[in-house]
């Protein structure tokens, strides 16, 4: 059974440990692609700003489009592609954040396990 201060102590190791992890993929740019690779979106992801906004974005920081295919596209048809190109920019990141994050899963384990069955008390022996 883990006591509390070493408990404490490997929460502070897994917040560091995230915290470099979010500054990893904050530099990452991430691409979705739409309209057979025709349009591509670049995508970044925003870490959590706690206490204030805990939830991680998505940002687009730059659109590349074929000039062949914008001179042939419709307006409906090239909105839709961007939404799509968008959509696939931040599947993407999602995807690589919690690849990236699996290795926190295992800490998280470590520490749950010296609470005891269900995150609770350690159960009596």
Known sequence: ?????AMFKKAQ??????????KELSKENIVGTAADGKISITVQYVPPQLPMNPT??????AV??????????SSEDLSAALVEAIRDG??????KVAEKYKSLEE????ILGGMGAAGGPPAAQ
């Open 90 to 95: 931040e599947k993407n990141a999602m995807e």
């Open 107 to 110: 800490d998280m384990k470590g």
């Open 13 to 22: 190791e897994i917040a560091s440990k995230k915290a470099e992890l979010d």
């Open 1 to 5: 059974m883990m006591d509390q201060l």
């Open 56 to 61: 991680p974005g998505y940002e687009a920081k």
């Open 64 to 73: 590349d489009i074929d000039e062949e295919y914008l001179k042939e596209v």
